[in-house]
């Protein structure tokens, strides 16, 4: 954050803005501002400015921009303007000290595309809706959050624990149907990957209770192969946290990579309970978990999104036994 001489700003804008303060309050704005929305505007909170449907993506971005964990965001969001109606808005917010913003507001205009087809519509609305209720889910938890801090008896403590857990499983599986839908629309950029330094990634990035109860190793000699770097640390990412939850202590983890007519094996094997053949195709389809949730978290996303990945590399994914028992997964890998 750097100081803004907040009149100079004002007086040089011809596009609507404003300052709020730490409470997300219109504390001062410009003419352009007072225009657009009308005098009363100044003195209004966010939340009785901008669209209800709007305001759950609004305030947790804000409250990502509030905890430093971005230095803005922009939007578009409707907001009520000096007549009473929603206006689009293409809305974009800066932080420019500890305790206040800039929002600049422009009328949105929207972009020409061509027709979608039904399916990419199908698409794209799921994709909108999982992100947009994603963050319904993520400002309920943080205000379940809140209220564990209160002063609170045994039973209504036991029943906000329980809430928030479900919400926080809530956010899982939208991140989750995010991850796919990605998978099914987006293309993928290919490059040389070095094997040893994609590896290492997706060790960085692993839930705390897995990097607890991990011992990975690899080969020493991995190769460059020929992929999406992203989406190839995130299927190694999901092999590992799969073979950890699923074990019932430390759970050993191992890469490996063999040459195989055109392409590569990878092979991510471990030393916990296996797969029974009899369940291995089962397993590898959306939301087909061996478990219940008590007895192993999770949502049984992990194969099929790896499996997923490999697919649209133009690859497969096999599930065996691992040389004196456990798992091993291999994934060819054309290049």
Same mark, same amino acid.
């Given at each position: 954050?750097?100081?803004?001489? @907040? ?7 011809? @596009? ?11 504390? /001062? ?34 409250? /990502? ?16 303007? !000096? ?7 293409? $809305? ?20 020409? =595309? ?73 293309? @993928? ?35 460059? $192969?020929?992929?999406? /770097? ?10 590992? $946290? ?15 990579? =063999? /040459?195989? #007519? ?5 092979? =991510? ?30 949502? !049984? ?7 997923? @990945? ?9 599930? !065996?036994?691992?040389?004196?028992? #456990? ?9």
């Amino acid at each position: 954050m750097v100081p803004v001489d @907040i009149d100079r700003v004002f007086a040089a804008s011809p @596009i609507a803005q404003a300052l709020l303060d730490e409470t997300w309050r219109v504390v /001062r704005a410009n003419a352009a501002w007072q225009a657009h929305f009308g005098p009363a505007a100044t003195g209004v909170a966010w939340l009785d400015l901008v669209h209800p449907d709007d305001l759950a993506r609004d305030l947790a971005l804000a409250g /990502r921009l509030q905890s430093g964990e971005i230095p803005d965001f922009s939007s578009v969001s409707r907001l009520l303007d !000096g007549n009473g109606q929603w206006r689009s808005q293409t $809305i974009a917010v800066t932080a420019i000290s500890a305790t206040c913003v800039l929002v600049t507001a422009s009328d949105a205009v929207p972009p020409t =595309v061509a027709p979608a087809t039904p399916s990419e519509d199908s698409r794209t609305v799921a994709a909108a809706l999982a992100h947009d209720v994603k963050q319904h889910a993520r400002l309920a938890n943080v205000y379940l959050s809140m209220l564990l801090r209160t002063t609170l008896d045994d039973r209504q403590r036991s029943q906000l624990v329980v809430a928030s857990a479900h919400t926080e499983r809530l956010h899982e599986v939208l991140g989750l149907l995010a991850r796919w839908l990605r998978l099914t629309e987006d293309p @993928i950029g290919i490059s040389s990957c070095p094997l040893t330094e994609v590896w290492q990634e997706a060790l960085r990035h692993l839930p705390a209770d897995v990097g607890e109860r991990l011992d990975a190793g690899s080969d020493q000699h991995l190769p460059t $192969i020929q992929a999406d /770097r992203w989406l190839l640390a995130e299927l190694l990412r999901g092999l590992v $946290i799969n073979a950890v939850r699923y074990h019932p202590g430390r759970a050993r983890v191992h890469l490996a990579a =063999v /040459r195989e #007519g055109d392409g590569w094996d990878l092979v =991510v094997s471990d030393d916990g309970p296996g797969i029974p053949p009899a369940d291995r195709q089962r397993v590898v389809q959306p939301m087909q978990r061996l478990h219940t949730w008590e007895q192993v978290p999770g949502h !049984g996303m992990g194969l099929a999104l790896a499996q997923r @990945i490999a697919a649209v590399h133009g690859g497969s994914l096999d599930i !065996g036994a691992a040389p004196g028992g #456990g798992c091993s997964v291999h994934v060819h890998l054309p290049g």
